[in-house]
């Protein structure tokens, strides 16, 4: 997995200024990372200035990574930026693509890396930092990632959420997937969203409809008395039962009383 991110107006700022965000950056890319149970240490990061490249091996939470990281990361800036000036707060273009990455003498080398790169100077991110200007970060999902996460159903966002663009920076050109996180909603854009390049839609990743969710049983009844049923469909959601301290960062719950 590669997840690149960019500081925006950096050469506009002055020395201070540039010296801040090169020391904020990664403490609050650590924060996120942290808070969505993500170990950082474990990356291979290239740095430079406003900018970083993460790479990780793919390793079953690269969901974690679309979801949660990118959930904290937009947290974290919040929390930043509200003790701040607007000219000095900090807003982020990220982006996340995966595959095949060669460690090379003086950084990263191979077309995952190069994709990743030209996504992240894709045009559409800085219009939507334009037109979005209380948003603190702009997210843009290569099609494999989005496809393999969200459409794919192992995360808690909807496809509705994104719009499909079609990226053509120098040599580059592929079909992406453009969101901003504080808004949920998908943005203007020439390609309707949910579709793929040709045209077809792609279904929407939901929730299970509440009149098909398993209600909890009512007091007196085969649950025991209790009010509570624990014969949920595996596939749908997980019940962990737990006792004392529990370390549930990066962790969605959901919490249920019983009804008549």
């Known amino acids: 997995m590669c997840i690149a991110v960019d500081a925006q107006a950096y050469g506009g700022k002055n020395d201070r200024g540039q010296s801040e965000i090169q020391h904020d950056l990664p403490r609050i890319l650590d924060r996120a990372a942290r808070g969505a149970g993500l170990d950082r240490a474990r990356w291979q990061i290239q740095r430079k200035g406003d900018e970083q490249l993460a790479v990780r091996p793919l390793d079953g939470t690269e969901p974690r990574l679309v979801d949660d990281y990118v959930r904290h990361l937009v947290s974290e800036l919040g929390v930043h930026n509200s003790q701040r000036v607007p000219e000095a707060r900090m807003r982020l273009r990220a982006v996340i693509h995966q595959g095949l990455v060669e460690l090379a003498e003086n950084g990263f080398a191979g077309s995952a890396v190069v994709a990743t790169a030209r996504l992240l100077n ?67 854009a020439s390609s309707e969203p949910g579709t793929t390049e040709t045209g077809k839609p792609v279904a929407p990743v939901r929730g299970e409809p509440a009149a098909d969710r398993l209600r909890p049983a009512a007091a007196g009844g085969s649950d025991g008395g209790t009010g509570f049923r624990n014969d949920y469909r595996a596939e749908k959601i997980n019940v962990t039962n737990v006792a004392g301290a529990v370390d549930a960062r990066g962790a969605v719950f959901g919490f249920g009383t019983p009804r008549d």
């Open 122 to 188: 894709a045009p559409q991110l800085y219009d939507a930092l334009a037109a979005h200007p209380a948003a603190a970060l702009v997210l843009l999902l290569s099609d494999e990632v989005f496809r393999s996460t969200v459409v794919g159903g192992h995360t808690t966002l909807s496809g509705d959420e994104f719009t499909r663009v079609a990226v053509q920076v120098k040599e580059y050109e592929a079909t992406a997937w453009l969101r901003v996180p504080t808004l949920g909603v998908p943005l203007a």
